[in-house]
């Protein structure tokens, strides 16, 4: 309750957000991750989940979208008019797209944690289902926060966008650069600060996140690759909520939009699985994306990006990568 107050002192007067929308979006997740979870299951065998059952699902978290936004544009015509309802229906859509994007780096590192960790696949299933509700979580405060932010201190977008365009220029010099997670800086910390167990197995064979042997408690390993999802989740919000803001600066947009992105992760996570080396020059694709937004922000004062055109530069960036990946597979990667 004291969340939606705040939301409603400090959203801006063309913002559509109010308690009761706010109120029926977040039991609209909550009832949305009920289902996921009670019905995108892996398979019984242990096996990971089949491409067709991920495809299928990535298009129903599409379609769930859709919906919504159909709802969305049906409430704001009756309340605000037409035109306000396709603006903010169509700043809706190119923020989506956006977020769905750039969650496309999410699923690369998702795939080097869980190879380097050897997670099976009922349990990436399962550190998935936690990983999205604390991406839900953080990234409701990062943006309520950059919310905040922007209204309070507007000249923090030319800020955003400076870092953007920095970003996507580092994304596309380092994209070949993959570093090992069990090598880096953040999974030797956790070493040096939190008790690890060897294993993830329990007595009776079972996967644990926390074992406790002769009374010490240990995280497993299982436990350590839950912290790099989270946090690398944060650590690509810190990219993706800046990005969405040169959209639109309305709260309630920017939070729909990203957690209606999020909810489909996981149905993502596992198509991309299996596409990953054919679409090896998508990340080539967020790289553009972001100097393309950046170099938006920067330009507020001087020219502003019609909606139709973000949307469509997006679109067209991302279906020319895949075209190339599938037509030209060698392009772009480097011979060991």
Do not use: C
């Given at each position: 309750?004291?969340?939606?107050?705040?939301?409603?002192?400090?959203?801006?007067?063309?913002?559509?957000?109010?308690?009761?929308?706010?109120?029926?979006?977040?039991?609209?997740?909550?009832?949305?991750?009920?289902?996921?979870?009670?019905?995108?299951?892996?398979?019984?065998?242990?096996?990971?989940?089949?491409?067709?059952?991920?495809?299928?699902?990535?298009?129903?978290?599409?379609?769930?979208?859709?919906?919504?936004?159909?709802?969305?544009?049906?409430?704001?015509?009756?309340?605000?008019?037409?035109?306000?309802?396709?603006?903010?229906?169509?700043?809706?859509?190119?923020?989506?797209?956006?977020?769905?994007?750039?969650?496309?780096?999410?699923?690369?590192?998702?795939?080097?944690?869980?190879?380097?960790?050897?997670?099976?696949?009922?349990?990436?299933?399962?550190?998935?289902?936690?990983?999205?509700?604390?991406?839900?979580?953080?990234?409701?405060?990062?943006?309520?926060?950059?919310?905040?932010?922007?209204?309070?201190?507007?000249?923090?977008?030319?800020?955003?966008?400076?870092?953007l365009l920095y970003?996507?220029?580092?994304?596309?010099?380092?994209?070949?650069?993959?570093?090992?997670?069990?090598?880096?800086?953040?999974?030797?910390?956790?070493?040096?600060?939190?008790?690890?167990?060897?294993?993830?197995?329990?007595?009776?064979?079972q996967e644990r996140?926390?074992?406790?042997?002769?009374?010490?408690?240990?995280?497993?390993?299982?436990?350590?690759?839950?912290?790099?999802?989270?946090?690398?989740?944060?650590?690509?919000?810190?990219?993706?909520?800046?990005?969405?803001?040169?959209?639109?600066?309305?709260?309630?947009?920017?939070?729909?939009?990203?957690?209606?992105?999020?909810l489909g992760l996981?149905?993502?996570?596992?198509?991309?699985?299996?596409?990953?080396?054919?679409?090896?020059?998508?990340?080539?694709?967020?790289?553009?994306?972001?100097?393309?937004?950046?170099?938006?922000?920067?330009?507020?004062?001087?020219?502003?990006?019609?909606?139709?055109?973000?949307?469509?530069?997006?679109?067209?960036?991302?279906?020319?990568?895949?075209?190339?990946?599938?037509?030209?597979?060698?392009?772009?990667?480097?011979?060991?």
């Amino acid at each position: 309750i004291m969340l939606l107050a705040a939301v409603n002192q400090m959203t801006e007067p063309m913002s559509i957000g109010s308690p009761m929308l706010y109120a029926v979006f977040f039991a609209i997740v909550a009832i949305l991750l009920l289902v996921d979870f009670f019905t995108f299951k892996t398979p019984k065998n242990g096996e990971a989940v089949s491409m067709k059952q991920a495809g299928i699902w990535s298009a129903i978290w599409v379609g769930v979208s859709v919906l919504f936004a159909g709802g969305l544009w049906w409430y704001l015509s009756q309340n605000f008019g037409n035109a306000i309802a396709t603006q903010k229906v169509g700043e809706f859509f190119t923020g989506y797209l956006l977020e769905k994007s750039l969650a496309i780096d999410n699923v690369f590192v998702w795939l080097m944690i869980f190879a380097a960790f050897a997670v099976s696949p009922a349990m990436q299933r399962k550190i998935l289902l936690y990983g999205v509700i604390g991406a839900i979580v953080m990234r409701t405060v990062m943006i309520f926060a950059g919310a905040w932010l922007v209204t309070e201190f507007s000249w923090i977008l030319y800020i955003f966008g400076a870092f953007l365009l920095y970003t996507g220029v580092k994304m596309w010099q380092n994209h070949d650069e993959q570093e090992d997670p069990k090598q880096s800086g953040l999974y030797k910390f956790l070493q040096k600060y939190l008790k690890i167990s060897d294993d993830s197995h329990d007595a009776s064979g079972q996967e644990r996140f926390v074992l406790v042997k002769n009374g010490v408690k240990y995280f497993t390993p299982l436990a350590v690759v839950l912290i790099l999802v989270e946090l690398s989740d944060v650590i690509f919000a810190v990219d993706s909520i800046p990005a969405i803001f040169a959209v639109t600066t309305d709260p309630f947009i920017v939070l729909t939009a990203n957690l209606l992105a999020i909810l489909g992760l996981r149905a993502m996570f596992f198509l991309l699985s299996g596409l990953a080396d054919k679409f090896h020059l998508l990340p080539y694709a967020l790289s553009v994306i972001l100097v393309f937004i950046g170099a938006k922000m920067l330009l507020l004062d001087v020219f502003h990006v019609p909606m139709a055109i973000s949307l469509g530069f997006i679109a067209a960036v991302l279906t020319v990568t895949a075209i190339l990946s599938v037509k030209f597979p060698n392009l772009g990667k480097v011979e060991a």
